[in-house]
């Protein structure tokens, strides 16, 4: 599709010389001077095009081809105002006198002039006066302008109101709001001229207004005109009817978000208002003589209404109607998406206008219920529900009405069983998002379903783990903490699983032969099924985890090398540092001490996909450090399974990273000034532990006689065991004495637990600084075990330090530099 | 509205060098952003230009990376097609949906819709508000148009050399960037003009 042709060509375009160029332009100036602009007029066009958009910076055009360009605009063909459009957007911007010839010369503005000044507007006063031109070309038609002349007007003035909404004064929004009611609920309901009846002969007698219909066939009987109408050809005013409603939610979103100040009189006329509207559905008749009478004099019909209430109750009317529309069964599938599209911007139409104006609730609750209670069963309206979770969302309160089986659905349903659509993820986990604080204090029981929102993240972690990012620390509470860090942990397998479900269902049962035939097979297995179920819950709160995990592990050992587990194990290191770091402000100690317990134990019960067991361990080491810093006490408080940990002297090889940090926090923390209650025996039994272990991995024969310790875990078991002794004297005398013999054998040569020499130096010249360090037991136990007021110092707070500093401080403010 | 429009390269493809990405066509609509934004005042247009291509080329590079994660992970192979089968190109196409942070490169958020058709990938850029099932159908209903009018299954270049066509293309069914509610009827009748445009 882009072959070696297309890569020359797009090289000649931007390798292009000045020379050349120039003969380029020159010839481009004769030809556009001729008379007819035939073929060769419209290549060049096309080529000079090319030439100036490949290229990052922007090349000059001669001031006469420019001239040329921009008379091309008001062009009858097409075609050239097309290019000329082009050419001029990757130019420099529009002189003051270029922009004079285009609104003298032009006329009426054309959609490609209008994109040209669009693009090429350099301050909020450009667009205000491409508004003003357009709007002037709304109120007075020139009769000669061509047919769909008015088309591109709302498109632009919603570019515009996306960009800077005050170019558009108070009286263009009256005037507009106006148009958009006639647009929207008084276009013509007989099909467009031009509209061939289908006959052979046709004369004056057989052409009689043809009705539109409806998209099943059925007649449009004294309805209006709607974007779910069709007919043969269209008028004017039916294709601004599409138009309109097009840019209806954004024109809503950008005027009538802000409440318009008004006094409380006023809002109880226009409540009033909508009480009595509910009691006569015809907007065209006058409200019912007895209720006149609560309501001013101003306000006594709809028509009356101002602009842009009267488009409010006109955008309700359409939704209301599109949603009636929207159960007929249409005749093709474009139409039947279109149904769909159209019931998701009518849902967020009328919520927007409920928000504006809250009596309308009570008015639409009535056809949203309904339209949920028709769709809601049907997955593949999926998408259509989430605006309607919305509405629900945001007046459900107000309504009284009870919302469970609307989160059921949306937090119980769509993901267990749409994980794998990618667009109703994005847009389930950007309602979330968007909604996030109203369900911490409305639906606190979202955070129940963290199982089943994982599974999106599981089976496409590229395309939302950005939205996790932002969902993560919401769904990390004291309660739902433990299992989450487990569900965590085992995403890819959670990732593995939803393959082997969707494969499952996909393959027949009796397949042979090709991948995943182990694990499909476990599977299916029912011996297995309540591993697989427990990966697959969708709510919290059955079990943190699950007894035979290993086993599960080991059934998904042959996932390990699946791109999208693969990719899942990526992300999950990201979230867990997140995990963590929200975890420390939401949980007390108990539940810290818990984590530790689980980190330990997960450090081995992990799936084994290269790379991801030692990013994970070196997430938990981090994290480790963090909370121990935070909180010293849970080192003696978890001193029985750290110690534990530590005595394991297989762990040095396979969980370095993990193990140097225990050691580390072992020896750091387990002292009496961090906990009450550590007692000698403690220490001594921490310490005889670790000293096993460092005789045992710095003996001459290694367990596999060809991995060695790492020098960091040496070099920290000593300062660890050197830490401990500190604290407990007695213990001096043996850090010491192993301390002098690793000296001597090292003098002797190379050991067989240290391969590099330069390694061995440093655990050399450790060793003996910690031994010269020991002979002194006080010094010792000031530098290895600092109290509290030298490692956190607060000089402002010491007797000593303070006064100084005040000084200085008062001296440096009051002298004049 | 939607923002822009792009057409650019997403798999590895021999006329260029490994995750190398180019972009064949892309339509920004409605003003620089950058002429709005109080910290970009003082780039002079010159600067805004080349910002803006760079924004473009971001995305390209962004979806770039989503199409070739997507195609591992579903483990599907590419068929070659040729010229004539572009309706089961788009029915094979892999589709999806990012999310672009504020700033990143846009101003504000914005939600990426992407299809991925052989070698080639489709993208519109859309303010998340925006309605994504009718953008959806709006960027299969351009991608056919394109991958038809401009014969892109072939080997050819005409999507550098007739880029015009899909300007008037954009200008009937994305009209500046604004989606529309098209039922069939309404669709055929702008199909038809845009056929008539390209026939000339």
Same mark, same amino acid.
């Given at each position: 599709?882009?072959?070696?042709?297309?890569?020359?060509?797009?090289?000649?375009?931007?390798?292009? /010389?000045?020379?050349?160029?120039?003969?380029?332009?020159?010839?481009?100036?004769?030809?556009?001077?001729?008379?007819?602009?035939?073929?060769?007029?419209?290549?060049?066009?096309?080529?000079?095009?090319?030439?100036?958009?490949?290229?990052?910076?922007?090349?000059?055009?001669?001031?006469?081809?420019?001239?040329?360009?921009?008379?091309?605009?008001?062009?009858?063909?097409?075609?050239?105002?097309?290019?000329?459009?082009?050419?001029?957007?990757?130019?420099?911007?529009?002189?003051?006198? #270029?922009?004079?010839?285009?609104?003298?010369?032009?006329?009426?503005?054309?959609?490609?002039?209008?994109?040209?000044?669009?693009?090429?507007?350099?301050?909020?006063?450009?667009?205000?006066?491409?508004?003003?031109?357009?709007?002037?070309?709304?109120?007075?038609?020139?009769?000669?302008?061509?047919?769909?002349?008015?088309?591109?007007?709302?498109?632009?003035?919603?570019?515009?109101?996306?960009?800077?909404?005050?170019?558009?004064?108070?009286?263009?929004?009256?005037?507009?709001?106006?148009?958009?009611?006639?647009?929207?609920?008084?276009?013509?309901?007989?099909?467009?001229?031009?509209?061939?009846?289908?006959?052979?002969?046709?004369?004056?007698?057989?052409?009689?207004?043809?009705?539109?219909?409806?998209?099943?066939?059925?007649?449009?009987?004294?309805?209006?005109?709607?974007?779910?109408?069709?007919?043969?050809?269209?008028?004017?005013?039916?294709?601004?009817?599409?138009?309109?409603?097009?840019?209806?939610?954004?024109?809503?979103?950008?005027?009538?978000?802000?409440?318009?100040?008004?006094?409380?009189?006023?809002?109880?006329?226009?409540?009033?208002?909508?009480?009595?509207?509910?009691?006569?559905? %015809?907007?065209?008749?006058?409200?019912?003589?007895?209720?006149?009478?609560?309501?001013?004099?101003?306000?006594?019909?709809?028509?009356?209404?101002?602009?842009?209430?009267?488009?409010?109750?006109?955008?309700?009317?359409?939704?209301?109607?599109?949603?009636?529309?929207?159960?007929?069964?249409?005749?093709?599938?474009?139409?039947?998406?279109?149904?769909?599209?159209?019931?998701?911007?009518?849902?967020?139409?009328?919520?927007?206008?409920?928000?504006?104006?809250?009596?309308?609730?009570?008015?639409?609750?009535?056809?949203?219920?309904?339209?949920?209670?028709?769709?809601?069963?049907?997955?593949?309206?999926?998408?259509?529900?989430?605006?309607?979770?919305?509405?629900?969302?945001?007046?459900?309160?107000?309504?009284?009405?009870?919302?469970?089986?609307?989160?059921?659905?949306?937090?119980?349903?769509?993901?267990?069983?749409?994980?794998?659509?990618?667009?109703?993820?994005?847009?389930?986990?950007?309602?979330?998002?968007?909604?996030?604080?109203?369900?911490?204090?409305?639906?606190?029981?979202?955070?129940?379903?963290?199982?089943?929102?994982?599974?999106?993240?599981?089976?496409?972690?590229?395309?939302?783990?950005? %939205?996790?990012?932002?969902?993560?620390?919401?769904?990390?509470?004291?309660?739902?903490?433990?299992?989450?860090?487990?569900?965590?942990?085992?995403?890819?397998?959670?990732?593995?699983?939803?393959?082997?479900?969707?494969?499952?269902?996909?393959?027949?049962?009796?397949?042979?032969?090709?991948?995943?035939?182990?694990?499909?097979?476990?599977?299916?297995?029912?011996?297995?099924?309540?591993?697989?179920?427990?990966?697959?819950?969708?709510?919290?709160?059955?079990?943190?985890?699950? %007894?035979?995990?290993?086993?599960?592990?080991?059934?998904?050992?042959?996932?390990?090398?699946?791109?999208?587990?693969?990719?899942?194990?990526?992300?999950?290191?990201?979230?867990?540092?997140?995990?963590?770091?929200?975890?420390?402000?939401?949980? %007390?100690?108990?539940?810290?001490?818990?984590?530790?317990?689980?980190?330990?134990?997960?450090?081995?019960?992990?799936?084994?996909?290269?790379?991801?067991?030692?990013?994970?361990?070196?997430?938990?080491?981090?994290?480790?450090?963090?909370?121990?810093?935070?909180?010293?006490?849970?080192?003696?408080? /978890?001193?029985?399974?750290?110690? #534990?940990?530590?005595?394991?002297?297989?762990?040095?090889?396979?969980?370095?990273?993990?193990?140097?940090?225990?050691?580390?926090?072992?020896?750091?923390?387990?002292?009496?000034?961090?906990?009450?209650?550590?007692?000698?025996?403690?220490?001594?039994?921490?310490? #005889?532990?670790?000293?096993?272990?460092?005789?045992?991995?710095?003996?001459?024969?290694?367990?596999?006689?060809?991995?060695?310790?790492?020098?960091?875990?040496?070099?920290?078991?000593?300062?660890?065991?050197?830490?401990?002794?500190?604290?407990?004297?007695?213990?001096?005398?043996?850090?010491?004495?192993?301390?002098?013999?690793?000296?001597?054998?090292?003098?002797?040569?190379?050991?067989?637990?240290?391969?590099?020499?330069?390694?061995?130096?440093?655990?050399?010249?450790?060793?003996? #600084?910690?031994?010269?360090?020991?002979?002194?037991?006080?010094?010792?136990?000031?530098?290895?075990?600092?109290?509290?007021?030298?490692?956190?110092? /607060?000089?402002?707070?010491?007797?000593?330090?303070?006064?100084?500093?005040?000084?200085?401080?008062?001296?440096?403010?009051?002298?004049?530099? | 509205?939607?923002?822009?429009?792009?057409?650019?390269?997403?798999?590895?493809?021999?006329?260029?060098?490994?995750?190398?990405?180019?972009?064949?066509?892309?339509?920004?609509?409605?003003?620089?952003?950058?002429?709005?934004?109080?910290?970009?005042?003082?780039?002079?247009?010159?600067?805004?230009?080349?910002?803006?291509?760079?924004?473009?080329?971001?995305?390209?590079?962004?979806?770039?990376?989503?199409?070739?994660?997507?195609?591992?992970?579903?483990?599907?192979?590419?068929?070659? *097609?040729?010229?004539?089968?572009?309706?089961?190109?788009?029915?094979?196409?892999?589709?999806?949906?990012?999310?672009?942070?504020?700033?990143?490169?846009?101003?504000?958020? *914005?939600?990426?819709?992407?299809?991925?058709?052989?070698?080639?990938?489709?993208?519109?850029?859309?303010?998340?508000?925006?309605?994504?099932?009718?953008?959806?159908?709006?960027?299969?209903?351009?991608?056919?148009?394109?991958?038809?009018?401009?014969?892109?299954?072939?080997?050819?270049?005409?999507?550098?050399?007739?880029?015009?066509?899909?300007?008037?293309?954009?200008?009937?069914?994305?009209?500046?960037?604004?989606?529309?509610?098209?039922?069939?009827?309404?669709?055929?009748?702008?199909?038809?003009?845009?056929?008539?445009? *390209?026939?000339?």
């Amino acid at each position: 599709m882009y072959s070696h042709g297309s890569e020359s060509l797009m090289k000649q375009a931007r390798e292009i /010389q000045e020379p050349e160029l120039q003969k380029f332009y020159s010839r481009l100036v004769k030809l556009l001077q001729g008379k007819e602009l035939g073929h060769e007029t419209v290549d060049s066009l096309q080529r000079l095009h090319l030439i100036l958009s490949a290229t990052k910076y922007t090349r000059t055009l001669p001031s006469e081809l420019r001239t040329r360009l921009l008379s091309l605009l008001s062009s009858p063909v097409e075609q050239l105002q097309v290019l000329s459009s082009a050419v001029l957007r990757e130019m420099s911007p529009l002189s003051g006198e #270029e922009l004079n010839y285009i609104q003298e010369n032009v006329g009426h503005l054309n959609s490609h002039t209008a994109a040209l000044l669009l693009s090429k507007a350099g301050t909020r006063a450009d667009l205000s006066s491409v508004c003003v031109q357009l709007l002037r070309g709304l109120d007075n038609r020139p009769s000669e302008a061509p047919a769909h002349s008015l088309m591109h007007t709302l498109p632009v003035l919603n570019t515009i109101l996306t960009h800077s909404p005050e170019c558009l004064t108070e009286d263009h929004i009256t005037l507009l709001s106006k148009r958009l009611v006639d647009w929207l609920c008084y276009a013509s309901t007989v099909q467009g001229g031009g509209a061939s009846s289908g006959r052979f002969f046709t004369g004056p007698r057989s052409r009689q207004p043809v009705p539109i219909a409806e998209l099943d066939g059925s007649s449009v009987s004294g309805n209006f005109f709607t974007v779910l109408c069709v007919g043969q050809g269209f008028t004017e005013d039916q294709w601004m009817n599409v138009y309109s409603f097009s840019m209806l939610h954004h024109w809503l979103l950008t005027y009538h978000s802000v409440s318009i100040g008004n006094s409380t009189v006023e809002t109880a006329n226009r409540s009033q208002l909508s009480l009595s509207h509910s009691f006569s559905n %015809d907007d065209r008749s006058e409200v019912d003589g007895s209720l006149v009478s609560m309501v001013s004099a101003t306000s006594s019909s709809s028509r009356l209404l101002p602009p842009k209430e009267r488009l409010r109750e006109k955008a309700f009317q359409y939704c209301q109607r599109i949603i009636e529309q929207s159960d007929r069964k249409a005749q093709k599938k474009t139409d039947t998406d279109l149904q769909k599209a159209c019931l998701v911007e009518a849902v967020c139409i009328l919520d927007c206008v409920c928000v504006e104006d809250a009596s309308l609730v009570f008015r639409t609750f009535p056809s949203i219920k309904g339209l949920f209670g028709r769709l809601s069963p049907d997955l593949s309206f999926a998408r259509v529900l989430l605006p309607i979770a919305q509405f629900y969302l945001n007046h459900g309160e107000m309504a009284a009405v009870d919302c469970e089986s609307v989160w059921k659905l949306v937090f119980g349903q769509f993901p267990a069983e749409l994980f794998n659509d990618p667009f109703l993820a994005h847009e389930l986990l950007r309602f979330l998002r968007l909604n996030l604080e109203k369900f911490q204090l409305g639906v606190p029981q979202y955070t129940h379903f963290f199982p089943n929102l994982l599974k999106f993240l599981a089976w496409d972690s590229p395309a939302v783990v950005d %939205d996790f990012v932002d969902l993560l620390p919401s769904l990390v509470t004291p309660v739902t903490a433990v299992e989450l860090l487990h569900t965590l942990l085992d995403l890819p397998c959670l990732s593995a699983t939803l393959i082997l479900q969707l494969r499952s269902t996909c393959l027949p049962i009796s397949e042979q032969g090709g991948r995943g035939l182990l694990s499909l097979d476990a599977f299916r297995n029912p011996s297995f099924r309540g591993l697989f179920l427990f990966m697959l819950r969708g709510e919290a709160g059955s079990g943190d985890t699950i %007894d035979r995990l290993s086993t599960l592990h080991d059934l998904l050992a042959e996932a390990a090398d699946w791109p999208r587990v693969v990719h899942c194990a990526q992300t999950v290191p990201v979230l867990l540092h997140i995990y963590f770091s929200t975890v420390v402000m939401v949980a %007390d100690e108990k539940l810290l001490a818990h984590l530790i317990l689980v980190m330990l134990e997960r450090s081995s019960i992990l799936l084994k996909i290269p790379t991801y067991v030692k990013e994970i361990h070196r997430v938990f080491s981090c994290h480790l450090l963090r909370m121990c810093k935070l909180w010293p006490s849970l080192v003696v408080d /978890q001193s029985h399974e750290l110690v #534990e940990f530590a005595g394991i002297s297989g762990n040095v090889y396979s969980k370095e990273e993990l193990y140097t940090h225990v050691v580390w926090v072992l020896g750091e923390y387990l002292s009496v000034s961090c906990d009450s209650r550590c007692s000698v025996r403690l220490i001594t039994s921490c310490f #005889e532990t670790l000293e096993a272990v460092l005789f045992e991995i710095t003996s001459s024969g290694t367990p596999d006689g060809t991995v060695c310790p790492a020098p960091r875990v040496i070099t920290t078991l000593m300062s660890a065991l050197a830490k401990l002794a500190s604290r407990s004297h007695d213990l001096i005398p043996r850090v010491s004495l192993f301390l002098s013999k690793l000296r001597t054998v090292t003098r002797s040569g190379s050991v067989a637990w240290c391969s590099d020499e330069e390694d061995l130096v440093a655990i050399v010249t450790r060793g003996e #600084e910690l031994w010269s360090l020991l002979k002194a037991p006080g010094v010792a136990q000031s530098v290895l075990t600092p109290s509290h007021h030298i490692t956190t110092p /607060q000089w402002h707070r010491d007797t000593n330090v303070a006064m100084p500093l005040q000084l200085r401080a008062l001296t440096s403010l009051t002298h004049p530099q | 509205m939607v923002r822009c429009f792009l057409i650019h390269t997403v798999c590895p493809i021999s006329a260029l060098s490994a995750g190398e990405c180019r972009v064949l066509y892309s339509r920004v609509f409605g003003p620089d952003e950058a002429v709005l934004s109080e910290e970009l005042q003082e780039l002079n247009p010159e600067e805004r230009r080349l910002l803006q291509k760079e924004k473009v080329a971001v995305v390209a590079r962004q979806v770039h990376s989503a199409v070739t994660l997507s195609r591992e992970a579903s483990g599907r192979q590419l068929v070659e *097609m040729v010229p004539g089968e572009e309706v089961l190109a788009l029915q094979d196409a892999d589709s999806g949906v990012a999310r672009l942070r504020a700033g990143d490169p846009f101003n504000e958020e *914005m939600s990426v819709l992407w299809l991925g058709v052989q070698s080639l990938g489709f993208t519109l850029v859309c303010e998340p508000h925006e309605n994504l099932l009718l953008a959806e159908g709006t960027l299969r209903n351009l991608t056919r148009h394109c991958l038809e009018h401009l014969h892109m299954l072939g080997p050819g270049s005409e999507v550098l050399l007739k880029s015009s066509r899909i300007d008037v293309l954009l200008s009937r069914l994305l009209p500046h960037g604004q989606l529309l509610f098209l039922n069939h009827r309404f669709a055929q009748s702008l199909e038809k003009e845009v056929a008539a445009y *390209m026939a000339k």
